[in-house]
């Protein structure tokens, strides 16, 4: 049974979002603030936490930052500011999708089907290796270098990359890349994430024939190289 935290310091979103949640079977807690948002996390040990930026007390921020010390919930982060440095702060710390209100309730499970279709850090079989020789990608800076030449990219480029690097050797499907860059389920257009990891390789001088950095895995997905 999929147990999901709201968050949210506004009694009408969280019985919104609450109605929406249990009509997909799943099993639904809420908090009004921050620190009783991490008291019930603890004890409640939730698969997803959707988390509103704006709280008394602490604010989402820091409840993601301390989230992150003792869960591996998924982290959905929910915020009235649609400033691209909310959404980078909110990711830096670890959340892992994010949603500008108003938002539509159907988008927010959506959304959250997508996260539980990922594999959580503690469901992996093996961990993920050291990104190849000479690659940096500096995600609070959105920063990328091949042997310490810069790399400019655009910023869905960047984030396909960033997808990439956070589990070297892994295999990513296509649809998971849909998901996490594109932040819905468009279901069948692998030719969308096909152009783009076409123009990445182009720009970081990558061969698809013999590639150096990002590898195709027929009939799957893409994979970044690990490190020799």
């Known amino acids: 049974m999929t147990r999901i935290l709201v968050v949210d310091d506004e009694p009408p979103i969280v019985e919104l979002v609450t109605g929406y949640l249990e009509r997909e079977g799943w099993t639904v807690s809420s908090a009004g603030d921050g620190v009783t948002a991490l008291d019930a996390a603890r004890a409640l040990a939730p698969d997803v936490v959707v988390l509103d930026v704006m709280l008394?007390?602490?604010?989402g921020i820091e409840v993601c930052r301390r989230l992150r010390t003792f869960s591996d919930a998924y982290v959905l982060m929910l915020t009235a500011r649609s400033e691209e440095i909310d959404r980078i702060?909110?990711?830096?710390?670890?959340?892992d999708d994010y949603l500008v209100k108003p938002f539509s309730p159907?988008?927010?499970v959506a959304r959250i089907k997508a996260l539980l279709r990922r594999p959580r850090t503690?469901?992996?079989?093996?961990?993920?290796?050291?990104?190849p020789a000479g690659l940096e990608v500096d995600e609070p800076r959105r920063l990328v270098r091949i042997d310490d030449r810069p790399v400019e990219l655009t910023a869905l480029e960047f984030n396909l990359l960033a997808v990439l690097a956070r589990s070297p050797g892994v295999v990513i499907s296509r649809q998971v890349l849909l998901d996490e860059v594109w932040g819905s389920s468009l279901a069948g257009d692998d030719h969308l994430?096909?152009?783009h990891i076409a123009n990445l390789r182009r720009k970081l001088g990558d061969d698809p024939a013999s590639p150096r950095f990002v590898e195709t895995v027929r009939g799957v997905g893409y994979r970044l190289r690990e490190e020799g």
Do not use: Y
């Open 56 to 59: 008394p007390g602490l604010d």
């Open 89 to 95: 702060v909110g990711l830096t710390v670890g959340a």
């Open 106 to 108: 159907r988008e927010l």
């Open 122 to 131: 503690g469901d992996q079989a093996s961990p993920a290796g050291a990104p």
């Open 193 to 195: 994430v096909d152009v």
